[in-house]
Every structure is written in C-alpha cells, then in structure tokens.
C-alpha cells in the first residue's frame, strides 16, 4: 500500500520560516515526480512546486519563486519544502502528490496524495 505522509505545518508569523516534509512507504520517490500543492480556503488546489524523477529538475510557481526550495533524500525517501519568507496568503493545506510520469500543474497527473499538512502565516 502506497502512503504519502506530509509534516511540518503549523502556525508562523509573516516572514518566517517553515520546512514540510512528505514522507513515503510503498514507493520510492526516486521513481516519482513528487509535487507540492496547497489549498486555501474557497480556493482551488493549486501547484506550488515540483521535483521531476530521480530529483531532478524543479520548478515553482511563480507566487513562491525565490522564496521555497523543493528538495529530495534518497535515503530517507522523503522530500522537503523549505519555505521562506512567509507570507499570510501562503496559508492553507499543502499536499505532497506522486506523479509516474511528469511534474504538472494538473491535478489529475499524480497517481497518490498525501492527507496534507495546515500551514497558516499570521500577519
């Protein structure tokens, strides 16, 4: 059974910093692309950032560009979001999802989900 276990939500002030965590069993990342998304309230779920297979390429939205780094650990089979420079309209759920193929903005691309984590950045 695949699982996807993101960490390291909580409550940060406007430009502090946060690092998620989403771990997995089941698979081995290295064979993913992994993507971060979020979800704010009343909003749709939108791609943050993602790691292409092997922890290759990465790429971000532009909203977090300079801001979060996507990262990978092989031998913990886990990948990171370092996010920095926090901003109150950062809040909302973050998701970790596992993709066979390719990184993408589309949802419907990833083949596992985590439950997600609530970051929420007061100002």
């Known amino acids: 059974e695949v699982q996807l276990v993101e960490s390291g939500g909580g409550l940060v002030q406007a430009g502090g910093s946060l690092r998620l965590s989403c771990a997995a069993s089941?698979?081995?990342?290295?064979?993913?692309?992994i993507g971060w998304f979020r979800q704010a309230p009343g909003k749709e779920r939108e791609e943050v950032s993602c790691?292409?297979?092997?922890?290759?390429?990465?790429y971000y939205a532009e909203f977090v560009k300079g801001r979060f780094t996507i990262s990978g650990d092989n031998d913990k089979n886990t990948v990171y979001l370092q996010m920095n420079s926090l901003k109150p309209e950062d809040t909302g759920v973050y998701y970790c999802?596992?993709?066979?193929?390719?990184?993408?903005?589309?949802?419907?691309?990833?083949?596992?989900w985590g439950q997600g984590t609530q970051l929420t950045v007061s100002s």
């Open positions: 999802a596992a993709a066979r193929d390719f990184c993408s903005s589309l949802s419907s691309v990833y083949d596992y």
């Open positions: 089941g698979l081995t990342f290295d064979d993913y692309a």
């Open positions: 790691i292409s297979r092997g922890y290759g390429d990465a």
